[in-house]
């Protein structure tokens, strides 16, 4: 979309009025309009330090840090009174510890879908976001014998799991992964018991009991 494009779209008619408009970068315009469709999308009326802070890292092409920097120059001219929510936002962006420790998982689980913890630090100091659908880089070292893989999952259980590890719009909750990875292991086990079956891939009590079935036999087994 070209600059003159863009500042055409009925959400700029309340800026076109601004003096200093004409003077910001186009990259500038460009990361300001990304902010408008979040906040449209989104239904936010009102913008939180948590929400900035979600929407500087929802492009994985860019530093959130950089993304927050172009929104204070385009926001010093179209809505100054956001300046003070910008930096409260920037100081919650994510510190990597220089040794981060991998979630505790249960013998139950699989062990078979998380990425190494220095691939996450590595993903987090990118600004990259987690998605805990997308299967790992590097082949795990046990596949999958008990459970189907994420992307396997229902759509809407998809869409669940990536908002909780990706952060809720106005609440400024983000899920810790390590619960978020344990969530999903246990719906990717209900999913198989239920396909397994020949049921539908649901929650329902005829999918949960035959989970529980499952589980309870494998225990039992010593497995």
């Known amino acids: 979309m070209s600059r003159r494009k863009l500042l055409a779209q009925a959400h700029w008619q309340h800026f076109l009025h601004l003096p200093?408009?004409?003077?910001?970068?186009?990259?500038?315009?460009f990361a300001a309009d990304d902010f408008f469709d979040f906040v449209a999308k989104h239904g936010l009326a009102d913008p939180r330090a948590a929400d900035l802070a979600l929407w500087s890292r929802a492009d994985a092409r860019r530093n959130p840090a950089?993304?927050?920097d172009q929104l204070v120059r385009a926001m010093a001219v179209c809505i100054p009174n956001l300046l003070p929510t910008i930096e409260a936002a920037r100081e919650m962006l994510p510190r990597i510890d220089a040794k981060p420790t991998p979630p505790a998982l249960s013998t139950e689980e699989d062990h078979t879908s998380e990425e190494s913890p220095h691939a996450r630090a590595s993903d987090e100091a990118r600004g990259v976001l987690w998605d805990p659908i997308v299967r790992p880089s590097r082949k795990p070292p046990i596949a999958r014998h008990v459970s189907l893989p994420p992307d396997a999952l229902p759509p809407d259980w998809q869409a669940a799991l990536r908002r909780m590890?990706?952060?809720?719009?106005?609440?400024?909750i983000v899920v810790a992964r390590s619960i978020v990875v344990r969530m999903r292991e246990k719906l990717c086990q209900l999913a198989w018991s239920a396909h397994r079956a020949g049921m539908a891939v649901e929650l329902t009590e005829a999918t949960v009991n035959c989970y529980q079935a499952d589980l309870t036999a494998r225990r039992e087994a010593g497995l």
């Open 20 to 29: 200093r408009l004409g003077d910001l970068p186009t990259p500038v315009l």
């Open 66 to 68: 950089e993304r927050l």
């Open 165 to 172: 590890a990706q952060g809720l719009p106005q609440n400024g």
